[in-house]
């Protein structure tokens, strides 16, 4: 996805990448500017990274970009199959990638524990698991409640507090919370999910005022509607219920469910990642307990 922007005489020069997105007009395809590989070094170099939920969509975009700043990357998803898959991808990508896969469901204790035994440190820990579902408020039922909150809040807290000893013994480390614009929106259609991605807020938050003085930051990461494998399964299957094509439901979409929307489409997955990366790198030492926004505009507060 990413294009190489030195040209062959080795000068700078503006690079992109056109996406498959319909414009509001449905006249052209947007075109999404990717960072210059040679105008930053995010110094990601010798840092493990764990990206839980990374075998798709933002987690997996996430994974790709630290893996294209020499990090080493920890991928992770349910099943040894998706992450062996999402390994061959990445380094097909990235050739030069330092990859690892840890097959293991983040939803619950077991989980979480075989995944740092598996991984004993962490430098740069990025929670991105999160599931959702549109549901009435009447027909969330106690287990769903408890479900969507040990995926979305409790899987980053468990996994903070294992490898947090490690970051503390070096004084450096990286924890990244993948909330949502969510968080601040609550949708109705998902009271739930809402809750748990301003739960992550908090967490966030708290645990940076609780390393205040070390090297170790926390933040939290926003994203509006983003085109990942769940939302566009998801908005997909609303298409063809109601006889649409996915450009044609995109555009409702964001007239009538995002209107406050600033650029009326979906962001891809890579325009998340590249906020990540430059906040899990060294470079930003100085944003901490931040909830970051990468919304499109969705939000309308201006702080
Ligand atoms: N997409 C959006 O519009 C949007 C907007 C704001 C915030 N976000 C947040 O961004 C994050 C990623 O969302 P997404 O839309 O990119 O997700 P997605 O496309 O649905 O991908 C889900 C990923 O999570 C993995 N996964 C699911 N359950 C898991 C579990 N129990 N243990 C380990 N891995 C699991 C899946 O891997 P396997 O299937 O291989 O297990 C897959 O890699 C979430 O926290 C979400 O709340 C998304």
Not at 97 to 121: E, T
Not at 128 to 134: K, R, S
Not at 213 to 222: D, R
């Amino acid at each position: 996805m990413f294009s190489h922007c030195r040209s062959p005489g080795g000068q700078r020069q503006r690079c992109g990448t056109r996406l498959p997105v319909a414009a509001p007009n449905g006249a052209e395809s947007w075109l999404v500017p990717t960072l210059r590989k040679d105008s930053m070094d995010l110094q990601l170099a010798g840092k493990t990274t764990f990206i839980s939920g990374s075998t798709a969509g933002i987690g997996l975009a996430i994974a790709r970009r630290l893996a294209e700043e020499g990090a080493t990357v920890v991928v992770n998803g349910r099943t040894q199959a998706r992450v062996d898959a999402t390994l061959a991808a990445i380094r097909k990508a990235v050739p030069t990638a330092r990859l690892d896969g840890v097959a293991a469901d983040l939803g619950n204790a077991a989980g979480a524990q075989a995944a740092v035994r598996a991984v004993p440190q962490v430098d740069v820990l990025v929670n991105n698991l999160g599931i959702f579902a549109a549901q009435p408020f009447e027909a969330i039922t106690d287990a769903d409640w408890l479900h969507f909150f040990e995926t979305n809040v409790l899987s980053g807290v468990r996994l903070a507090r294992a490898w947090l000893p490690g970051m503390k013994a070096r004084n450096w480390g990286r924890i990244l919370f993948i909330s949502s614009e969510s968080a601040l929106n609550i949708p109705a259609e998902m009271v739930h999910y809402g809750v748990t991605k301003t739960a992550q807020l908090a967490v966030a938050r708290g645990l940076a005022e609780s390393l205040a003085g070390t090297g170790i930051t926390v933040n939290s990461i926003l994203p509006g509607p983003t085109a990942s494998e769940g939302v566009t399964r998801f908005v997909g299957e609303l298409a063809r219920q109601r006889g649409l094509t996915f450009a044609a439901m995109e555009q409702d979409f964001f007239k009538t469910a995002r209107p406050s929307s600033l650029l009326h489409r979906f962001i891809q997955p890579e325009e998340v990642a590249n906020l990540v990366a430059y906040v899990a790198s060294p470079l930003s030492s100085a944003t901490n307990g931040a909830a970051l926004r990468v919304d499109g505009g969705v939000v309308r507060t201006i702080a």
